[in-house]
């Protein structure tokens, strides 16, 4: 059977891959062969193969093997710096904001097909091909950052603190990106965490020194992100 998915030659074949189009297939084929078997090791033959078309007509939506990596990687920050942006225009408590991106960024993090975040630690992704990529991700730790900092102000924590205030205001983002290496962890669980999303915004809101109701934070943070996600059109991930 011949099916178009998408522009490019016709497939000789029934789609062997879940998307839409066959730009969709690729990213998908490669995400699992990058995870899977290493972006080193990986050729985009064998991206190809795996799809089920011609290497030749894979160059037909990526032109090199780093363009289809940065596609991957540009997936994994598009939803959260968006989700981020449109949250800074929503008043309220800082505890209350920060808690929702971290929830929302923790669920995206932990919900992907493949754990694509462990790939941020290739030492290719440091070359300029990757700059966009890198600082979309810093424009994302910045927003953490802020509220973070806001956060600490409003919490009143002591300036004694054993960990510098900057410092402190680093580690939601750290802590949130740590279900990358759970995902990694998680041998027997097809990269699923082991533990669910809401726990990485839990624990991080505490070390800021919360004392509040967590619960109350997360029913908060459910009516937000559905009011930004539905009047935005950001996608939102269903939580483990």
């Given at each position: ?11 000789l074949?029934?789609?062997?891959r ?22 080193a ?8 193969e ?26 994994t ?23 929702t991106l ?17 790939l ?12 966009g ?30 960990a ?15 279900v990358?290496?759970e ?10 965490p ?28 459910q ?18």
């Amino acid at each position: 059977m011949t099916t178009t998915a998408g522009p490019g030659r016709p497939r000789l074949t029934e789609p062997r891959r879940p998307g839409q189009t066959a730009r969709e297939e690729i990213l998908d084929a490669a995400a699992e062969l990058f995870t899977e078997k290493g972006y080193a090791a990986t050729s985009t033959r064998a991206i190809a193969e795996s799809v089920g078309i011609r290497q030749a007509s894979l160059y037909h939506h990526f032109s090199t093997k780093h363009e289809i990596l940065d596609a991957l990687l540009a997936d994994t920050v598009r939803a959260p710096q968006q989700f981020a942006e449109r949250l800074a225009e929503h008043d309220g408590p800082a505890t209350e904001l920060l808690y929702t991106l971290m929830l929302f960024d923790a669920v995206h993090l932990s919900s992907g097909r493949w754990n694509l975040g462990a790939l941020y630690l290739l030492p290719v992704i440091r070359s300029a091909d990757f700059a966009g990529f890198r600082a979309r991700r810093t424009e994302l730790m910045d927003a953490y950052r802020a509220l973070a900092l806001r956060a600490l102000d409003e919490l009143k924590v002591p300036q004694d603190w054993a960990a510098p205030r900057e410092a402190l205001a680093g580690l939601p983002f750290r802590l949130v990106e740590s279900v990358i290496n759970e995902r990694s962890d998680n041998m027997a669980g097809a990269h699923a965490p082991l533990h669910p999303p809401r726990l990485f915004a839990d624990a991080a809101i505490r070390m800021l020194g919360y004392q509040g109701s967590v619960d109350a934070l997360y029913e908060t943070a459910q009516r937000l992100t559905a009011a930004i996600t539905e009047d935005a059109g950001i996608p939102v991930a269903v939580e483990a």
